[in-house]
C-alpha cells in the first residue's frame, strides 16, 4: 500500500503492551513527584559521536523504547544500562538524551548499540501510553466488528498532539498486542488501493480485510483535551466513543467516554 507506514513483522519482541485501564486511568505519568536533582539530572562526563533526544514510550525488561523529538520519525530501543542517576525516577512521556558512538543495529525497532551514557532531560507527556488505552478499548468494544481481520488503519490526520515518531510508536504498541499488521491510512487511501470497497448499487461500502481507526483530538489546553473514536468495519458496521474527554489528575492521564455508538 503505497505512502503508508508499514510496521514490519520482524519485530523485537521484546516490548508487550499493557492492558488497558478501567475509569479510564493510565500509568500515563506527565510529571514526576519531586524529583531529587542529584538522583537524575546527572551530566555525562564523556564526549559522543551521536547524540539522540527522545520520548520514553515504553520501560520493560531494562530497556527503553524511544521515540525520537528531532527527526521526528526514529523509534529506537535501547539498554538502561548506562543511564546516569536513579532509573525508578523516570517514566513513560520524559524525554532523554542518548549519547552513543553512532552504532545502530537495524532490526525494528532499530537498537542504539554501544552507549556512552542516558540522561534525564525533562518531563514529558505520554500521549501514545494514552491513545493506547483509549484505542484498545474501542477494539475490545464490538468484538464481531473485529472478525477476520488481518490488519488494522489508523487515522491520525485529525490528531493534534504526536509527533511521527510517536505515531510509529503507536503503531508498534498496537501490532504487539495484536499481532495484526498496523498501517498509517485514511479512508479515501484505503478506498483508492481498493481495500474499501463499495457496491455499485447500494452504495455499501467495506473493509473486509481490516478495521479503520479515526481518533480526533482537539488541541491541549490547561492539562486537558477532547476528542472522538471510531473504529470502522463497513457503512453498517461501526462503533464510536464521541464527546470524550482526557485529563491530567495529580500528573497522571486519565479519559472520560461521553457517549458510545453504534452503526
Known amino acids: 500500500m503505497k505512502n503508508y507506514l508499514f510496521i514490519a513483522l520482524f519485530i523485537c519482541s521484546l516490548f508487550l503492551s499493557a492492558g488497558c485501564t478501567e475509569e479510564k486511568s493510565g500509568e500515563h505519568n506527565s510529571t514526576n513527584n519531586a524529583l531529587d536533582s542529584a538522583d537524575i539530572n546527572q551530566k555525562p562526563s564523556v564526549q559522543s559521536e551521536k547524540i539522540i533526544k527522545g520520548k520514553?514510550?515504553?520501560?520493560?525488561?531494562?530497556?527503553?523504547?524511544?521515540?525520537?523529538?528531532e527527526d521526528k520519525s526514529g523509534l529506537y530501543?535501547?539498554?538502561t544500562k548506562k543511564f546516569l542517576g536513579d532509573i525508578s525516577k523516570i517514566t513513560t512521556g520524559d524525554i532523554v538524551e542518548i549519547g552513543f558512538d553512532g552504532t545502530i543495529l537495524e532490526i525494528y525497532p532499530s537498537i542504539i548499540a554501544n552507549v556512552d551514557y542516558i540522561i534525564f532531560l525533562k518531563n514529558g507527556?505520554?500521549?501514545?501510553?494514552?491513545?493506547?488505552?483509549?484505542?484498545?478499548?474501542?477494539?475490545?468494544?464490538?468484538?464481531e466488528l473485529n472478525s477476520g481481520i488481518d490488519f488494522i488503519a489508523?487515522?491520525?490526520?485529525?490528531?493534534?498532539?504526536?509527533?511521527d515518531s510517536e505515531k510509529t510508536a503507536l503503531l508498534h504498541l498496537l501490532w504487539s498486542k495484536t499481532q495484526k499488521q498496523t498501517?498509517?491510512?485514511?479512508?479515501?487511501?484505503?478506498?483508492?488501493?481498493n481495500f474499501i470497497t463499495v457496491e455499485?448499487?447500494?452504495?455499501?461500502?467495506?473493509f473486509k480485510t481490516g478495521i479503520l481507526f479515526r481518533l480526533e483530538t482537539s488541541e491541549l489546553e490547561q492539562g486537558k483535551f477532547t476528542f472522538n473514536a471510531e473504529k470502522w468495519r463497513s457503512?453498517?458496521?461501526a462503533y464510536f466513543f464521541t464527546n470524550c474527554e482526557a485529563r491530567k489528575e495529580n500528573g497522571t492521564w486519565v479519559y472520560e467516554i461521553g457517549a458510545e455508538m453504534i452503526s
Do not use: C
Open 56 to 69: 520514553i514510550i515504553k520501560i520493560e525488561n531494562d530497556m527503553l523504547l524511544i521515540a525520537d523529538t
Open 200 to 206: 455499485e448499487n447500494s452504495n455499501y461500502a467495506q
Open 235 to 237: 457503512s453498517l458496521g
Open 77 to 79: 530501543q535501547i539498554s
Open 183 to 193: 498501517n498509517l491510512a485514511t479512508y479515501e487511501e484505503l478506498l483508492s488501493e
Open 154 to 163: 489508523l487515522d491520525l490526520t485529525k490528531d493534534n498532539n504526536l509527533l
Open 125 to 143: 507527556e505520554d500521549f501514545v501510553g494514552l491513545y493506547y488505552d483509549i484505542l484498545m478499548q474501542l477494539y475490545e468494544t464490538d468484538l
